[in-house]
């Protein structure tokens, strides 16, 4: 009795921390200037969006929002294709080379990306792909491949071969075995794998301060750093633009969380 208890107080605690920052810069974005003297945790008195109005306007969120939500979605696409294309492969296909690029994808979760950042800032830069939306997404997609590919043969490992084999001795080909028999039961491990590349994308900074120097092309992760100079700190307009970024993978989140959490459990993260 007394351990349920227990168990629910630090899961409390536990709860509230990790909601108090959000709370807190909710709080602080809907804040007048003139309230901005009360303590962080005081609710504000009177309401206004007009942080929301000129992050938007002003400092040029809308154009921030557009340019990262092309890139994340576009990321979260193409990567289910590919990874569930190449792990379909690995489990269901007999080839030449089979463990020679298994061995390639796994030497690829073992390589930190701060350690190849600037390699890959020379390679895109090279192709002219600088300030493009298609420079980041490919410099995404090569980073990230390697854990998806993992995950979609983790849940294709657990899909009864007999149901391989049937399709085949029907005479479908390969390519509508993946498209009409395997991918239709893999939806878990779909959704799981476009909102994890979706969020990855979403947030990232570091390679969006790299390859994305020119101002119209920033996304919304580095267009807060315009908040923030080196003696100044525009904590309202910080706090609108966290909000502003924060909502869309708060949605979706929410929207996909029961098949997000059937993938995880079902075997998309083993």
Avoid: C
């Avoid at 690029?101 to 930190?112: A, H, K, S």
């Avoid at 790299?210 to 307009?237: A, C, H, K, P």
């Avoid at 993978?249 to 029961?258: A, D």
């Amino acid at each position: 009795m007394y351990g349920r208890w227990l168990l629910l107080f630090v899961l409390g605690v536990i709860a509230v921390l990790m909601a108090a920052p959000l709370i807190l810069t909710v709080f602080t974005s809907l804040k007048p200037t003139t309230e901005l003297v009360n303590p962080a945790w005081y609710p504000p008195i009177s309401v206004t969006f007009e942080h929301y109005i000129r992050v938007w306007t002003e400092g040029g969120f809308s154009g921030y929002f557009y340019n990262t939500l092309i890139i994340s979605v576009v990321d979260a696409a193409v990567m289910v294709v590919i990874a569930s294309l190449a792990a379909y492969a690995l489990v269901f296909m007999d080839f030449r080379g089979k463990m020679v690029l298994q061995i390639i994808f796994l030497i690829g979760l073992m390589i930190p990306v701060t350690a190849i950042v600037l390699p890959l800032f020379q390679i895109v830069r090279s192709f002219g792909l600088l300030n493009t939306h298609f420079g980041v997404i490919v410099a995404d997609l090569a980073l990230a491949v390697s854990v998806f590919v993992f995950m979609f043969t983790s849940y294709f490992v657990g899909v009864p071969k007999a149901l391989h084999e049937a399709a085949r001795i029907d005479g479908a080909t390969e390519f509508q075995i993946y498209r009409r028999v395997i991918m239709p039961i893999a939806m878990p491990a779909v959704v799981t794998t476009a909102l994890l590349e979706f969020l990855w994308s979403w947030n990232d900074l570091l390679l969006r301060l790299l390859l994305l120097t020119q101002d119209e092309m920033r996304t919304l992760s580095v267009g807060l750093l315009n908040f923030q100079g080196t003696m100044t700190r525009d904590v309202t307009g910080l706090s609108s633009g966290t909000v502003i970024m924060a909502i869309p993978v708060v949605l979706l989140f929410l929207f996909f969380q029961r098949h997000f959490v059937r993938g995880m459990t079902a075997g998309a993260v083993k």
